[in-house]
Structure formats: structure tokens, C-alpha cells
């Protein structure tokens, strides 16, 4: 396996340590005042889950996985977990909801999303940076409402919640920026 310098892994990286396989989950490189920099990694088993927290000095090396990244598209949710299939060979696979995590809110069917295989085994899925939803709750909108800095709280058809402008009303198709949930524009469609 390549061995690459500690502060060069990103959120989703996947590295080798002591022979057991951890997907990062946060990426902090810390440069005091005096002393050496460090890279703090905060990293999750991929075998049992177990949490754990390294630090590493920017320069050290650590033994990078090798990770099939490919496109692949959201199928549906059941009892197993989460469903995708490669549009190339149409292989199936299922993802643990611990795997998935909070974005799972956010998958909706025939959603393209990159799935990170090692070895045939699922190890993370990172969403498009925005999708489109429908707003199925909020307040109605006002009259002569403008936009302004004060949002209002709506409800989405997959059943999350967000900010929105006063002026959207339900019904509505709004772009939202998977990242964080937050509002980014209505839909143009």
C-alpha cells in the first residue's frame, strides 16, 4: 500500500493502521505557536465501528488503502440497509445504516452517489454536493414579503427539516446543499 504524509488524507480517506482498515472521518491540522505541526485524524474502524483519534505529525507517513471510488446509484432503503447498484455491471450492494450515517435522510431513489469499495466491501458514500426537494410543510407565505435575513421552518418530502425564505410556499421545489441542509435556491425546473 502507498504510504502518503499524514496532513494529505481528507474526510473520507481511508488509511491502514496496524493492519486494520479506518475511514476518516475529520481531518484537523494543528500548527502551534512554537513546536511541530500535527495532524489530528479522527477515524472510525471499519470493521467494528470503534471511534478512534490520532495524532500525527504533519511530515509522517501513513499506509494509504486502496479504494475503488465509482459512481453508483441509490436503489431503496429496507430492513438490510441501503440498497445502490454500479451502472456499469449493475452489481448490487448493500450499505450499513452506521456506514450511511445522517446522509441517509438525504438519498432518494435513483440518486447518483460515489461509493467507496474495498475489496468488495462498502466503506463510505459521499452525495452529490446538492438535490432537489419538495417542500410539503410551512407557514404560507405573506404577501409583500421580501427576502430577508429572517427564515422560516419547513419540512421537506423525505422528512427533513430546514430554514427557508418567507417567501416560498408549500409546494415548492427548492435546490438544498447536501453538505450541511441548508437552503440554496428554488428549483429552476
Do not use: C
Request: hydrophobic residues 35%; proline residues 6%; without cysteine.
Amino acid at each position: 500500500m502507498p504510504k502518503v504524509a499524514a496532513s494529505s488524507l481528507r474526510k473520507g480517506s481511508v488509511v491502514d493502521v496496524d493492519g486494520k482498515l479506518y475511514v476518516v472521518l475529520q481531518v484537523e491540522n494543528i500548527h502551534p505557536g512554537k513546536g511541530t505541526p500535527v495532524t489530528q485524524l479522527d477515524m472510525r474502524r471499519i470493521t467494528d465501528g470503534v471511534k478512534v483519534s490520532e495524532r500525527y505529525r504533519t511530515t509522517e507517513q501513513v499506509e494509504r488503502a486502496f479504494v475503488d471510488e465509482r459512481e453508483h446509484t441509490f436503489l431503496y432503503q429496507d430492513g438490510e440497509g441501503y440498497h445502490f447498484m454500479n451502472p456499469e455491471t449493475f452489481d448490487q450492494y448493500v450499505v450499513s445504516p452506521e456506514t450511511v450515517g445522517d446522509k441517509g435522510v438525504w438519498l432518494a431513489e435513483g440518486m447518483p452517489v460515489f461509493l467507496s469499495l474495498h475489496e468488495g466491501n462498502p466503506l463510505a458514500i459521499e452525495l452529490p454536493a446538492r438535490a432537489t426537494y419538495e417542500i410539503v410543510e410551512t407557514e404560507p407565505a405573506m404577501k409583500g414579503q421580501t427576502a430577508s435575513s429572517s427564515y422560516k421552518p419547513a419540512i421537506l418530502n423525505n422528512g427533513a427539516r430546514i430554514m427557508i425564505p418567507p417567501y416560498i410556499a408549500t409546494g415548492t421545489r427548492v435546490v438544498v446543499l447536501l453538505e450541511d441542509g441548508s437552503y440554496y435556491e428554488r428549483a429552476k425546473d
